[in-house]
């Protein structure tokens, strides 16, 4: 596949005049618990020349295609990202944080890493994941089986919730480091469970485990209790200049 992606990329770059600045893995390959049968989620970050910045009014700021079997394939435009980074955008923290990059000019992710933890809102942060796993605690785990790729969502979305409220800083984007705030009773069941997953398809079920499912209630609940004793943290984070100079890099003659 990665022939294949970095083709994809070279082509959007020639197809649309712009300037691919990162493109990484977003999904569970990045996160750690991949089925052999995943697909490569793969999210990128574009900008166009100069003069597309000085017209009217604002173009497109997203470039999406029809997702196949193997390949999901989406970017946002670079002032839109600078502009979700300053508005602490959960998902594109993580693809910042991804272990799997297809791509990067620039040193676009080296340059924009120290702002994170200035520009992360732990509030908004925490708002985020508890919208994630609210799925899982009312939908997903309310029957006897749950798809493994469910459950892992909902395990990770509580993890990285759990982790805001306990540690006051921004989650990690893989699975293996945020299970430093998982109990220790169930972290032999969550290793036997992702040895499941390593080898499942991905519509794969398992039984639901209780203390899985009162694990992932009782996060829930503490994280709503939480959201309104956490700060709204919000660093004086300064991007235009960063902006200003990664167009000017881009498409130097």
């Not at 990665?2 to 990484?24: D, K, M, V």
Request: glycine share 6%; hydrophobic share 45%; charged share 25%.
């Amino acid at each position: 596949m990665l022939p294949r992606i970095h083709t994809a990329l070279a082509q959007l770059e020639a197809t649309h005049g712009i300037r691919i600045l990162y493109a990484c893995e977003s999904g569970s390959r990045a996160w750690g618990f991949p089925s052999p049968d995943s697909d490569y989620d793969v999210r990128f970050i574009y900008c166009h020349p100069a003069a597309w910045y000085l017209a009217l009014d604002e173009g497109p700021d997203t470039l999406n295609f029809p997702v196949d079997e193997l390949l999901d394939l989406g970017g946002w435009e670079l002032r839109k990202a600078l502009r979700l980074l300053r508005s602490s955008n959960a998902a594109l923290f993580e693809w910042l944080q991804s272990p799997v990059i297809y791509h990067e000019a620039l040193d676009f992710r080296a340059r924009l890493m120290p702002l994170l933890p200035a520009a992360f809102n732990l509030k908004a942060g925490l708002h985020h994941y508890l919208g994630q796993l609210r799925r899982g605690v009312t939908e997903d785990m309310a029957g006897s089986e749950v798809r493994l790729k469910r459950l892992f969502y909902a395990l990770r979305s509580a993890l990285a919730a759990r982790w805001i409220r306990e540690r006051h800083s921004l989650p990690p984007m893989e699975f293996a480091p945020l299970r430093a705030v998982l109990p220790e009773e169930l972290q032999g069941l969550v290793e036997e469970l992702l040895a499941q997953k390593a080898v499942a398809v991905e519509k794969a079920v398992a039984p639901v485990s209780e203390a899985l499912r009162g694990f992932l209630a009782q996060e829930y609940a503490a994280g709503q209790a939480a959201r309104e004793e956490l700060p709204v943290t919000r660093g004086a984070v300064e991007l235009d200049e960063l902006f200003r100079e990664l167009l000017a890099e881009a498409f130097v003659q």
